[in-house]
C-alpha cells in the first residue's frame, strides 16, 4: 500500500498529524512521508516520531505565499500515489487542501474529527460535525487520495521514539515557479486577551449571568482557582462584555483544561463542542434538566449567585 501523507504549516500541528498517522499505520502497514517546510533538524525530529519519508519543501522568498508548494504536492502526490492526505485545518491549510484535492480529482473531508480504517472493507472512514454540531456526519471517499483537513489541538502529538533515531529518508523538493501572487506584508492578528486554549484552569460563564457586572463575581472565583475566564457565544457576540476570542465551542476556541468550570451556561451542542477535550467538566446551574448535566461529571443545582460565594468562601480556606 502507498502511504499517509501529512502537511501542516507549523510543528506541533504536524506532530498531531503524525500521532493520526501512526495510528493509521499501525493498522495498514502504510509508510507515512511528512511535507516539511525545509528544516532538515526538523525533518530528523518527524521521522523520529513516526515518519518515514520527509520530503523536504524549498525555502520561499519573502514574497511569495505557501500555495507555490501546491503545484509540487500535487506533482509529487500524483508520482507517489499515496492512499491518505492529511492536511493541518488552519486558515491557509484548509485553502491549500481544496486546491489540491480538487487537482489530484477528488474529494476533502473538512474539519475531520476522526479518521478510521476498516480492514474487513479497506476503508478509510471519517468523521465531522454537522449542523452546527448537531449532527455527526460520516464520509467515506471512494476516490484515491483519501484527504482530510484536521482542526488543530484536536490530537496529542506523536511522541519521539527512541529506536526510530536513525531511520528514515529525507528527500529535498526543487524549487516550484514563482506565484504571480505577492505577499506584501505579514501581520500577526491582533488579540484583545491571551491565547486561553491551553489553560489548566477555566471558568465560563453563560447566558445565567444577569449582567456586566456580575463578571466581577466570576473573575472573582477564577482568581480564588487560579483559573482563566471564558465564555459562551451569547455573552461575546450578542452583550459583547467579553472578547470573540474568550468564546468556546464550534464558531470559538476549543479548550482541553484539566477543569472547565460552567457559570449559567445551558451546555448546546454547539458550545459543549469545545470543551469535549477537558479531564473534569463541573456546572453550576439552576435549571435541573440544563444538557450541560449530561456531559458533566460534577454538577451544581443552584443560583449561581448563591453557589459562587460559597465556593470562593471555601477556596479561601
Ligand atoms: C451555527 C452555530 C454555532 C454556534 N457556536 C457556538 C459557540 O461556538 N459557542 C457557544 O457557546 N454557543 C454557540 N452557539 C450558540 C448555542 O447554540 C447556544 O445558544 C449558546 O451556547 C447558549 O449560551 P448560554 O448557555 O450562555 O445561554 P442559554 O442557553 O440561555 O443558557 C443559560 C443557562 O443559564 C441558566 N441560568 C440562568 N440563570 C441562572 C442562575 N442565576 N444560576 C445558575 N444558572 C442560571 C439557565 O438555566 C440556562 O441553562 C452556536 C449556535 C449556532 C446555531
Not at 484539566?258 to 449559567?264: N, S, T, V
Amino acid at each position: 500500500m502507498a502511504g499517509i501523507w501529512t502537511f501542516a504549516e507549523y510543528r506541533e500541528h504536524m506532530l498531531e498529524l503524525l500521532n493520526i498517522g501512526r495510528g493509521l499505520a499501525a493498522k495498514t502497514g502504510m509508510k507515512i512521508t511528512t511535507l516539511l517546510c525545509h528544516d532538515r533538524e526538523q525533518a530528523r525530529d518527524c521521522i523520529q516520531r513516526g515518519a518515514d519519508e520527509v520530503l523536504l519543501l524549498p525555502p520561499l522568498a519573502g514574497d511569495q505565499p505557501l500555495d507555490v508548494y501546491i503545484p509540487l504536492i500535487v506533482e509529487e502526490a500524483k508520482k507517489g500515489y499515496p492512499d491518505v492526505i492529511l492536511v493541518s485545518a488552519t486558515t491557509r491549510g484548509k485553502d491549500m487542501a481544496a486546491r489540491i484535492a480538487a487537482r489530484l480529482n477528488t474529494g476533502l473531508c473538512s474539519s475531520c474529527t476522526a479518521i478510521r480504517y476498516d480492514e474487513s472493507s479497506k476503508i478509510f472512514e471519517m468523521e465531522r460535525l454537522a449542523y452546527g454540531g448537531a449532527a455527526l456526519q460520516k464520509v467515506v471517499c471512494n476516490a484515491r487520495p483519501v484527504m482530510a483537513t484536521i482542526p488543530p489541538k484536536t490530537h496529542e502529538p506523536a511522541a519521539p521514539l527512541e529506536e526510530r533515531r536513525d531511520l528514515g529518508t529525507v528527500r529535498e523538493l526543487s524549487l516550484p515557479p514563482p506565484s504571480a501572487l505577492k505577499v506584501i506584508q505579514r501581520k500577526g492578528k491582533e488579540r484583545e486577551v491571551k491565547d486561553i486554549t491551553e489553560a489548566r484552569l477555566v471558568v465560563c460563564v453563560g447566558r445565567g449571568l444577569e449582567k456586566s457586572e456580575d463578571l466581577a463575581l466570576a473573575r472573582r472565583l477564577a482568581d480564588a482557582l487560579n483559573a482563566e475566564i471564558a465564555c459562551t457565544r451569547p455573552i461575546s457576540e450578542e452583550y459583547h462584555w467579553l472578547p470573540e476570542e474568550l468564546c468556546i465551542g464550534l464558531s470559538g476556541i476549543q479548550v482541553k483544561p484539566d477543569l472547565y468550570l460552567g457559570l449559567g451556561v445551558s451546555g448546546q451542542v454547539q458550545h459543549v463542542t469545545g470543551i469535549r477535550g477537558a479531564k473534569v467538566i463541573a456546572a453550576v446551574n439552576k435549571d435541573e434538566n440544563a444538557p450541560i448535566f449530561k456531559t458533566a461529571d460534577l454538577g451544581i443545582v443552584g443560583d449561581l449567585y448563591d453557589v459562587v460565594p460559597k465556593l470562593i468562601e471555601e477556596l479561601k480556606k
